[in-house]
């Protein structure tokens, strides 16, 4: 059993993690106030993925969500305080080795105006962000979450 390999980005109201494991199978993440549970069978060989984070600061379990596709698992975790940066994930300031930042979506919103925020919270909320999540290129429709 190892930790299965993650990318996460901060936006205002959420944060993103995606756990890149191809043909995942019994997936489960489990949404704690301060901690992220997730795990899996992935690959033709079925191998076991556990990830446990406790995360930077509290999220709203009953607000956060997953989304399993062929080639990831992708967590869209509600922040319990909104508008609240989040320089790390993790809890304690340790290097995980499993886990890296996703610069191709990470974004300084704390530095956009108003009218910037206001036009990306409409789009986040209304469309799900997902189409440029770094393990697979194809989006996804709001309708067909959970």
Not at 95 to 122: I, Q
């Amino acid at each position: 059993m190892q930790p299965a390999s993650a990318k996460w980005y901060d936006r205002r109201d959420y944060v993103f993690i995606e756990f890149c494991v191809e043909d995942s199978k019994d997936v489960n993440v489990n949404f704690e106030k301060s901690k992220l549970t997730f795990s899996c069978l992935g690959g033709s060989d079925n191998f076991k993925h556990l990830n446990e984070i406790d995360l930077f600061h509290s999220i709203d379990p009953n607000d956060s969500k997953h989304k399993r596709t062929d080639r990831s698992i992708l967590c869209c975790l509600r922040k319990g305080e909104s508008g609240q940066s989040w320089p790390r994930l993790t809890k304690e300031r340790a290097k995980l080795n499993w886990l890296s930042v996703d610069f191709n979506n990470w974004k300084d919103w704390e530095d956009d105006s108003d009218e910037d925020m206001s036009n990306f919270d409409r789009f986040s909320e209304e469309n799900w962000p997902w189409s440029n999540i770094c393990c697979h290129p194809p989006p996804f429709a709001e309708e067909d979450w959970p």
